[in-house]
């Protein structure tokens, strides 16, 4: 009784094998024989290129405080000038100041009833410099130090690299990811015995614009502007007539 019992499992195991391996062909089958009988077949192509961005913009801001308005502007228009100069030192020429932001400092205190109030103790002013350029390198590069070593409060945003001709590579891609959907409609065509007669539809998929080596989607497409070096992304689902 022992002995037979390894010989039933070993059969069992043989049966639900060939069970197993008699699906998948069975799913495989119905799966060419549904290409087989139908007259269109739809299919995904997509097409990467890794690009490098063309457009570097760079931007700070800085500050001035004092106890009186008039000292806070004085304060102010001297760090302009710092900040200029700093800018046109470093070889850049064209560059954008926003406007001051003026902002009141307050602190709460008793008055002579004993009430708490606010009262003005001075003027903070902040002011916003852009660079937009091309040079890429430069803008990269540039560090703030100096500004600081000079007594100016100045704060550095992430720096956002921009690729300008997106809308170009995106034309071409688009036609790239639809020769793509085509050859794998012909493998999948042959495989069930038909052939690629003409494209009958093709709708846009995802289109991004992503950091090298990234895995990040969105199903409303991705636009970095972080990395220098990046990827595009070009998706077409496509729908061939067979023949």
């Given at each position: 009784?022992?002995?037979?019992?390894?010989?039933?499992?070993?059969?069992?195991?043989?049966?639900?094998?060939?069970?197993?391996?008699?699906?998948?062909?069975?799913?495989?089958?119905?799966?060419?024989?549904?290409?087989?009988?139908?007259?269109?077949?739809?299919?995904?192509?997509?097409?990467?290129?890794?690009?490098?961005?063309?457009?570097?913009?760079?931007?700070?801001?800085?500050?001035?405080?004092?106890?009186?308005?008039?000292?806070?502007?004085?304060?102010?228009?001297?760090?302009?000038?710092?900040?200029?100069?700093?800018?046109?030192?470093?070889?850049?020429?064209?560059?954008?100041?926003?406007?001051?932001?003026?902002?009141e400092m307050k602190a709460t205190q008793k008055n002579?009833?004993?009430?708490?109030?606010?009262?003005?103790?001075?003027?903070?002013?902040?002011?916003?410099?852009?660079?937009?350029?091309?040079?890429?390198?430069?803008?990269?590069?540039?560090?703030?130090?100096?500004?600081?070593?000079?007594?100016?409060?100045?704060?550095?945003?992430?720096?956002?690299?921009?690729?300008?001709?997106?809308?170009?590579?995106?034309?071409?891609?688009?036609?790239?990811?639809?020769?793509?959907?085509?050859?794998?409609?012909?493998?999948?065509?042959?495989?069930?015995?038909?052939?690629?007669?003409?494209?009958?539809?093709?709708?846009?998929?995802?289109f991004q614009i992503t950091?090298?080596?990234?895995?990040?989607?969105?199903?409303?497409?991705?636009?970095?502007?972080?990395?220098?070096?990046?990827?595009?992304?070009?998706?077409?689902?496509?729908?061939?007539?067979?023949?």
């Amino acid at each position: 009784m022992n002995q037979s019992r390894p010989q039933l499992f070993g059969m069992l195991a043989g049966l639900f094998l060939a069970v197993g391996l008699v699906c998948s062909a069975m799913l495989g089958t119905s799966a060419w024989v549904k290409i087989k009988n139908s007259q269109f077949v739809t299919v995904k192509g997509s097409v990467q290129k890794n690009i490098e961005s063309d457009l570097a913009i760079w931007s700070g801001s800085f500050l001035a405080e004092a106890e009186t308005l008039l000292a806070a502007q004085h304060k102010i228009q001297a760090n302009h000038a710092l900040v200029a100069k700093f800018l046109g030192d470093s070889g850049i020429t064209n560059f954008t100041f926003g406007p001051i932001n003026i902002e009141e400092m307050k602190a709460t205190q008793k008055n002579a009833e004993g009430w708490m109030q606010q009262r003005t103790t001075g003027y903070r002013l902040s002011q916003f410099v852009s660079v937009e350029s091309a040079d890429v390198d430069r803008l990269d590069r540039l560090d703030s130090t100096p500004l600081v070593e000079q007594g100016v409060i100045f704060t550095v945003a992430s720096p956002q690299f921009i690729y300008t001709r997106a809308g170009e590579a995106k034309i071409e891609m688009l036609a790239a990811a639809t020769k793509d959907a085509r050859a794998r409609a012909e493998q999948i065509a042959l495989q069930g015995g038909r052939a690629i007669a003409r494209l009958n539809s093709a709708d846009q998929g995802i289109f991004q614009i992503t950091p090298q080596h990234s895995v990040a989607t969105s199903w409303q497409g991705e636009n970095d502007t972080a990395a220098r070096q990046k990827t595009i992304t070009a998706v077409v689902t496509a729908s061939f007539l067979l023949k």
